[in-house]
């Protein structure tokens, strides 16, 4: 029962980090969620938008940050 505790306030940490990072993300000017070449469309009554672009540049840090880890942790 311990290790799942653990867990769970690792879980807790982890996404306030990533709270915070977004913050301070929206402060700094990135315009993450509006680059060019995510797809917006607005029409009378609705809007639809996929942010493509976006989660391609996430994806990429998040997979620079995962080898980063990998290739110190060796």
């Known amino acids: 029962m311990n290790d799942l505790g653990r867990a769970v306030i690792l879980m807790g940490v982890v ?41 391609i540049v996430i994806s990429v840090v998040l997979s620079l940050i995962s080898w980063l880890v990998q290739h110190f942790r060796k």
């Open 15 to 55: 996404l306030v980090v990533i709270g915070g990072a977004i913050l301070l993300i929206g402060r700094a000017g990135i315009p993450l969620g509006r680059l060019p070449g995510d797809i917006s469309y607005r029409g009378k009554h609705t809007t639809f938008y996929f942010p493509v672009v976006t989660c």
